[in-house]
C-alpha cells in the first residue's frame, strides 16, 4: 500500500465536522452536494486541509492538502440506506461509511472499508 494512500485513507476515516457548503433544509441525500472543509492538526506545528466535493452526478473527490502534502482520491458515491454511503474509489477499494447532516456539520463514521491492491 503506497504511503499517500495509506495517509488518504487514515485522513478519510478522522474526517469528521466538515464546514458545510449546501444549504439546510434539504433531505441529507441532496444536502450532501458541495464542499466541505475540515483543518487537521497533526501535532507538529502543520495543518492539513481535507476536502470533500460531492457532485450531483454522483462524483466525489477527497484531497488533502499542507504545506508538505497535496494529494487526492476521486470516485463515484451512492446511498445506499437512508444515512449510509458508499465511496467506489477509480483507485480501486470501497468504503461504507453511516453519514449525519447537523446545521453546517457533516459526520462519517466508518461502516465496512474493502480495500483491493494490485
Known amino acids: ?4 494512500r495509506k495517509s488518504l485513507c487514515v485522513c478519510l476515516v478522522i474526517l469528521v465536522g466538515l464546514v ?8 441529507s441525500q441532496r444536502a450532501i452536494i458541495g ?3 475540515q483543518k487537521q492538526d497533526t501535532g507538529w506545528g502543520v495543518y492539513n486541509t481535507l476536502t470533500l466535493k ?6 466525489v473527490t477527497y484531497s488533502v492538502s499542507s504545506k ?3 494529494s ?3 470516485g463515484k458515491y451512492e446511498f ?6 458508499r465511496f467506489n474509489w477509480d483507485e480501486g477499494g470501497t468504503e461504507v461509511y453511516k453519514f449525519e447532516i447537523s446545521k453546517d456539520r457533516l459526520f462519517l463514521t ?3 472499508s474493502q480495500k483491493f491492491w494490485s
Open 1 to 4: 500500500m503506497s504511503t499517500r
Open 80 to 85: 445506499i440506506e437512508k444515512d449510509k454511503i
Open 68 to 70: 508538505y502534502v497535496q
Open 35 to 37: 464542499k466541505w472543509e
Open 20 to 27: 458545510f457548503f449546501s444549504g439546510c433544509g434539504k433531505s
Open 110 to 112: 466508518s461502516v465496512v
Open 54 to 59: 460531492f457532485s450531483k452526478d454522483k462524483k
Open 72 to 74: 487526492s482520491l476521486t
